[in-house]
């Protein structure tokens, strides 16, 4: 939607992406989403899993973990409070 609105290949929007947050679109989500999901991870004990994935953009508890192992190296219950 955003290449559309702005006229512009989705090649260009990861250049220039990349050029501004020297990182790519991917990872700068992944990040933001892994950020999300340990601040809900630590402070709403009344979440499970599957609220606080759905609550940080994840698809499901299995997409939040797979990033959590590659990030941390553990399962995302490992860090809940």
Not at 40 to 68: C, E, K, R, W
Request: glycine share 4%; with cysteine.
């Amino acid at each position: 939607m955003i290449c559309d609105h702005l006229g512009r290949s989705r090649r260009w929007l990861e250049y220039a992406f990349r050029e501004e947050f020297q990182q790519s679109p991917k990872h700068f989500i992944d990040e933001r989403r892994l950020k999300k999901a340990m601040h809900l991870l630590q402070n709403t004990p009344q979440f499970n899993l599957s609220q606080i994935a759905h609550q940080s953009g994840f698809s499901s508890v299995d997409q939040m973990n797979q990033l959590f192992i590659k990030k941390h190296g553990r399962r995302a219950i490992f860090f809940k409070k």
